[in-house]
């Protein structure tokens, strides 16, 4: 089993910047490709970002693009999520999710593993 614990949501106003942590713990040697996901009140969950296992190759969202930036670190076992010039629009509780299948992947359920979230709120 793996274990994710998102942390770093807050409050915000429009324009502001706020990092998103996700960090991984137990079996994280199967874990291949992660991504983050958002749900707004009132919506379906949401696809945002993937991060392949290497680091190297990203995928994002055309809603966040040049705005949001996906990393990794392998050694903490800890995915972040950098969002810059934040909108009312990205309000929503944020979740990471973790892939045991190689490839970028963005469908719901295609991910084996999914933190708790942590809200996200930003006031115009």
């Known amino acids: 089993q793996v274990q994710l614990v998102e942390t770093g949501g807050g409050l915000v106003q429009a324009g502001d910047s706020l990092r998103l942590s996700c960090a991984a713990s137990g079996r994280t040697f199967s874990i291949l490709g992660m991504g983050w996901f958002r749900q707004a009140p009132g919506k379906e969950r949401e696809f945002v970002a993937v991060?392949?296992?290497?680091?190297?190759?990203?995928y994002y969202a055309d809603s966040v693009k040049g705005r949001f930036t996906i990393s990794r670190d392998n050694a903490k076992n800890t995915i972040y999520l950098q969002m810059n010039s934040l909108k009312p629009e990205d309000t929503a509780v944020y979740s990471c999710?973790?892939?045991?299948?190689?490839?970028?992947?963005?469908?719901?359920?295609?991910?084996?593993?999914w933190g708790q979230g942590t809200q996200v709120t930003v006031s115009s």
């Open positions: 999710a973790a892939d045991r299948s190689p490839g970028l992947r963005v469908g719901l359920r295609e991910y084996d593993y």
């Open positions: 991060i392949n296992r290497s680091g190297d190759t990203t």
